[in-house]
C-alpha cells in the first residue's frame, strides 16, 4: 500500500464530494496484526510497517511515534494538545500526519513537535480549534488541509519556502481578505486553492500562476478586478457562488479567458450574463436577478468554427424563460445539450 497521485479531474471531484477524508485511508483493522514495537494505543500493520493507526480511539492525546513511522492517523479523537517529544523518533522521516477531527488549540501545540517534521508531505488538520495556522518546516509539504477551524488570519509568509505545496484547503473559517493577503506567494506549483465559507470580500490575490482549480464560494465578493484571470492563465475551475457579486463589480470581458472550464457564478445579484470565452464548458448562473439574454455573451461572431463550446448553462431562478432565447441561438450554442431555465 503507497499513496497514489490522482488526475485534476479526479482531484475536483473528491474536493466536491468527499471533504473531509479523500486521503488514501484504509482501516487498519483490514490490514492484519499489529507489529510488536507500536505503540500500545494504536496498531501498526505487519504488511504496513511505516503506518501507525491511532484513530476513532477516544484518545486525549498524541501517543509518542515509534521509529520508522512514515503515515500517522489520529483523526476522529478527542485530543486537545500535542505534547513535546511525541515526534522525536520521526522528525525526518514522517511523511503523513492526519489529526481531523480533533480538540487542538494552537496554545497546547508544544515547540519541537510539528515545527520540527522536516519530511511532511501532507498535514491534515481540518474541524479542530486552530486560530492561527500552523505550518511544519518541511519543504516538501505538497498538501495542506485546515478546513473547519477558527482561523482568522493566515500570516504572510508562513508558505514562503512551501515551493512544492499542490493543494490547500481552508474552507470553514473566518478569514477576511486582508487577513490573507500575501499568505499564497510562496508555492511555486499551487494547482488547487479552496478559500470557501469565509469572509472574503474579494478574490484572493497573490497566487501563483500555477493555479488550475479556484473556489471561493459562500463568501462576500461583490466583484472581481480587471485582470485577475490574467495573472491566472492555466486556471480551468472558478466558483464564486453565494456570493454579492453585481453586475457593477464585473469589468468587461473579465471571465473572457480560454483557459476556464468550469465558472460557477450562481445565487448572486448579477442581473446580465457576463460575457464569456467561447471555449467555457459549464457555466453556472441559476438563482440570479437575470432579467435579459444576450447572445453576445456566448458569441461575438457566428460562423463554421465560430460558435460556442458549452455544454451546460444553468439559468433557473431567474426573470427569464426559454422564450428569452433569441431564434438564432442555436447556431452560437450548437453544442449545449443541457440548458436549463427552470
Given at each position: 500500500?503507497?499513496?497514489?497521485?490522482?488526475?485534476?479531474l479526479?482531484?475536483?471531484?473528491?474536493?466536491?464530494?468527499?471533504?473531509?477524508?479523500?486521503?488514501?485511508?484504509q482501516?487498519?483493522?483490514?490490514?492484519g496484526?499489529?507489529?510488536?514495537?507500536?505503540?500500545?494505543?494504536c496498531?501498526?500493520?505487519?504488511?504496513?510497517?511505516?503506518?501507525?493507526?491511532?484513530?476513532?480511539?477516544?484518545?486525549?492525546?498524541?501517543?509518542i511515534?515509534?521509529?520508522?513511522?512514515?503515515?500517522?492517523?489520529?483523526?476522529?479523537?478527542?485530543?486537545?494538545?500535542?505534547?513535546?517529544?511525541?515526534?522525536?523518533?520521526?522528525?525526518d522521516?514522517?511523511?503523513?500526519?492526519?489529526?481531523?477531527?480533533?480538540?487542538?488549540?494552537?496554545?497546547?501545540?508544544?515547540?519541537?513537535?510539528?515545527?520540527?517534521?522536516?519530511?511532511?508531505?501532507?498535514?491534515?488538520?481540518?474541524?479542530?480549534?486552530?486560530?492561527?495556522?500552523?505550518?511544519?518546516?518541511?519543504k516538501?509539504?505538497?498538501?495542506?488541509?485546515?478546513?473547519?477551524?477558527?482561523?482568522?488570519?493566515f500570516p504572510?509568509?508562513?508558505?514562503s519556502?512551501?515551493?512544492?505545496?499542490?493543494?490547500i484547503?481552508?474552507?470553514?473559517?473566518e478569514?477576511?481578505?486582508?487577513?490573507?493577503?500575501?499568505?499564497?506567494?510562496?508555492?511555486?506549483?499551487?494547482?488547487s486553492?479552496?478559500?470557501?465559507?469565509?469572509?472574503l470580500k474579494?478574490?484572493?490575490?497573490?497566487?501563483?500562476?500555477?493555479?488550475?482549480?479556484?473556489?471561493?464560494?459562500?463568501?462576500?465578493?461583490?466583484?472581481?478586478?480587471?485582470?485577475?484571470?490574467?495573472?491566472?492563465?492555466?486556471?480551468?475551475?472558478?466558483?464564486?457562488?453565494?456570493?454579492?457579486?453585481?453586475?457593477?463589480g464585473?469589468?468587461?470581458?473579465?471571465?473572457?479567458?480560454?483557459?476556464?472550464?468550469?465558472?460557477?457564478?450562481?445565487?448572486?445579484?448579477?442581473?446580465?450574463?457576463?460575457?464569456i470565452?467561447?471555449?467555457l464548458?459549464?457555466?453556472?448562473?441559476?438563482?440570479?436577478?437575470?432579467?435579459?439574454?444576450?447572445?453576445?455573451?456566448?458569441?461575438?461572431?457566428?460562423?463554421?468554427?465560430?460558435?460556442?463550446?458549452?455544454?451546460?448553462?444553468?439559468?433557473?431562478?431567474?426573470?427569464?424563460?426559454?422564450?428569452?432565447?433569441?431564434?438564432?441561438?442555436?447556431?452560437?450554442?450548437?453544442?449545449?445539450?443541457?440548458i436549463?431555465f427552470?
Amino acid at each position: 500500500m503507497f499513496p497514489l497521485r490522482v488526475p485534476l479531474l479526479a482531484v475536483m471531484v473528491s474536493m466536491a464530494l468527499c471533504q473531509y477524508y479523500d486521503y488514501d485511508y484504509q482501516p487498519g483493522s483490514m490490514l492484519g496484526p499489529s507489529g510488536p514495537n507500536c505503540n500500545q494505543e494504536c496498531d501498526c500493520p505487519v504488511n504496513f510497517p511505516s503506518a501507525m493507526y491511532c484513530d476513532s480511539r477516544k484518545l486525549r492525546f498524541v501517543p509518542i511515534v515509534p521509529t520508522g513511522i512514515k503515515y500517522l492517523y489520529l483523526q476522529n479523537n478527542l485530543i486537545e494538545e500535542i505534547k513535546a517529544g511525541v515526534f522525536d523518533n520521526v522528525t525526518d522521516t514522517l511523511r503523513w500526519l492526519v489529526l481531523d477531527q480533533n480538540q487542538i488549540t494552537n496554545a497546547k501545540v508544544a515547540k519541537g513537535t510539528i515545527d520540527k517534521l522536516t519530511s511532511l508531505e501532507k498535514l491534515f488538520f481540518s474541524n479542530n480549534n486552530l486560530t492561527e495556522p500552523i505550518i511544519p518546516p518541511s519543504k516538501a509539504l505538497d498538501e495542506l488541509k485546515m478546513m473547519n477551524n477558527k482561523l482568522s488570519k493566515f500570516p504572510s509568509g508562513l508558505l514562503s519556502d512551501k515551493e512544492n505545496l499542490t493543494y490547500i484547503n481552508i474552507q470553514h473559517n473566518e478569514l477576511t481578505s486582508e487577513s490573507i493577503s500575501g499568505a499564497f506567494k510562496g508555492p511555486k506549483k499551487l494547482v488547487s486553492l479552496d478559500v470557501s465559507h469565509n469572509k472574503l470580500k474579494k478574490l484572493p490575490v497573490g497566487i501563483p500562476g500555477t493555479l488550475e482549480i479556484l473556489y471561493a464560494d459562500y463568501n462576500e465578493i461583490d466583484g472581481v478586478g480587471a485582470g485577475y484571470l490574467s495573472k491566472l492563465p492555466v486556471l480551468q475551475s472558478l466558483r464564486i457562488s453565494h456570493n454579492k457579486l453585481v453586475d457593477g463589480g464585473l469589468p468587461a470581458g473579465v471571465f473572457n479567458v480560454t483557459s476556464l472550464v468550469e465558472l460557477d457564478l450562481s445565487f448572486n445579484k448579477l442581473q446580465s450574463i457576463p460575457e464569456i470565452n467561447e471555449q467555457l464548458e459549464n457555466l453556472y448562473l441559476q438563482a440570479n436577478e437575470i432579467n435579459k439574454f444576450d447572445l453576445g455573451s456566448f458569441c461575438k461572431f457566428i460562423g463554421p468554427i465560430n460558435f460556442s463550446r458549452l455544454k451546460h448553462l444553468r439559468l433557473d431562478a431567474n426573470n427569464i424563460t426559454h422564450n428569452s432565447m433569441p431564434h438564432d441561438s442555436s447556431n452560437c450554442l450548437r453544442q449545449a445539450s443541457n440548458i436549463m431555465f427552470e
